[in-house]
């Protein structure tokens, strides 16, 4: 799943505070416009917005807001200089994966060089039927990352279907999966062979205090007919003993207002391959120890960096001892990793 824009605002809000360049929480996306660097941030009540500067050009923001989507003008300071934004917010928590998609649309234009008022204005014209209410439909990655994690609740679940508390990446917690002291990271790949994973921030594959942290990766490949849906793991899961109302919740949490619609199943997979690597000392990552003085240099806001899983195979988990990571972190009577 590509996760950046939906990484950048987790880290956001499970920070409580940006790099305080403006005054708002905001963190810098490393896409400049030609006015400054566009930014991610959050509104009062944590919804995701990205600002995006142009400098005093004019663009009456109510001509391309939605009811689900709110484009105003703001200005901020910006090291001493007074710097005029437009505002993009999401209004409906239920569209943060489609947010996010027109978010990273807006500054793959930016980044290509289109004037940051015809990248807003354009790419929500080529999303506006994404974010009218009455559709939810994500994109490939965001189908792909969530049939991922699914997987990886139903091995859970196969042990506890109280597993399903377990599951706070929707709740944009840091983890994925987390119990306690002890968490799980997924990252998913649409292929069979893919080794390299993308981390987005320092505290990513940084444990819970005093706990364990575990990283999943599963491998995908999109297949006619194939086993794994968002639907068929669905119904499994509810087989095994979860609870469909609150399982229900958590999907629509990140726009899947239901499990069996086309728009979430058009998409089918087989499973290639599933590994499991105990992220401790010595395992490729950056976190904040990574830095002199425990923090990141001034100025750096956010960190995302590629991991190649070749260079982390002294701590894989052997293929036998799996599901006994799984079987731990979900019995509740165990929970202690050993």
Request: hydrophobic share 45%; net charge negative; glycine share 10%.
């Amino acid at each position: 799943m590509n996760k950046r824009a939906l990484d950048r605002w987790r880290q956001l809000k499970f920070a409580g505070v940006g790099d305080g360049v403006i005054e708002v929480p905001s963190i810098d996306s490393g896409v400049d416009t030609g006015y400054g660097r566009a930014r991610y941030a959050l509104g009062d009540q944590g919804q995701p917005r990205l600002l995006v500067p142009i400098g005093w050009m004019i663009m009456d923001g109510e001509q391309v807001s939605t009811s689900k989507l709110r484009v105003t003008l703001a200005r901020f300071d910006v090291r001493g200089t007074a710097t005029l934004f437009l505002d993009v917010m999401c209004l409906d928590r239920a569209l943060d994966p489609v947010f996010a998609e027109l978010a990273e649309e807006i500054l793959r234009r930016v980044g290509e060089g289109v004037a940051p008022v015809a990248a807003v204005r354009d790419s929500i014209d080529d999303f506006r039927t994404l974010l009218r209410e009455d559709r939810r439909e994500a994109s490939e990655s965001v189908i792909l990352g969530l049939v991922g994690e699914l997987e990886v609740l139903r091995r859970l679940a196969s042990h506890n279907p109280e597993s399903l508390a377990m599951w706070v990446g929707p709740l944009e917690q840091r983890h994925d999966f987390r119990r306690d002291s002890h968490a799980l990271e997924v990252k998913t790949s649409g292929r069979a062979d893919a080794t390299t994973v993308t981390i987005h921030g320092i505290e990513q594959l940084a444990a819970p205090a005093n706990g364990s942290l575990h990283l999943v990766h599963v491998r995908l490949e999109q297949v006619g007919a194939g086993a794994l849906s968002v639907g068929t793991i669905f119904d499994d899961l509810v087989e095994l003993g979860c609870g469909k109302s609150k399982l229900r919740e958590m999907l629509a949490a990140l726009g899947c207002d239901d499990p069996h619609a086309e728009a979430w199943n058009r998409l089918t997979f087989s499973l290639e391959g599933l590994s499991c690597y105990q992220v401790v000392e010595g395992f490729p990552r950056i976190v904040l120890a990574s830095f002199s003085g425990g923090s990141l240099p001034a100025g750096v806001g956010a960190v995302e960096y590629q991991l190649d899983l070749v260079q982390a195979a002294a701590y894989i988990v052997p293929v036998s001892g799996t599901d006994k990571v799984f079987a731990r972190i979900a019995d509740d009577e165990n929970r202690a990793f050993q």
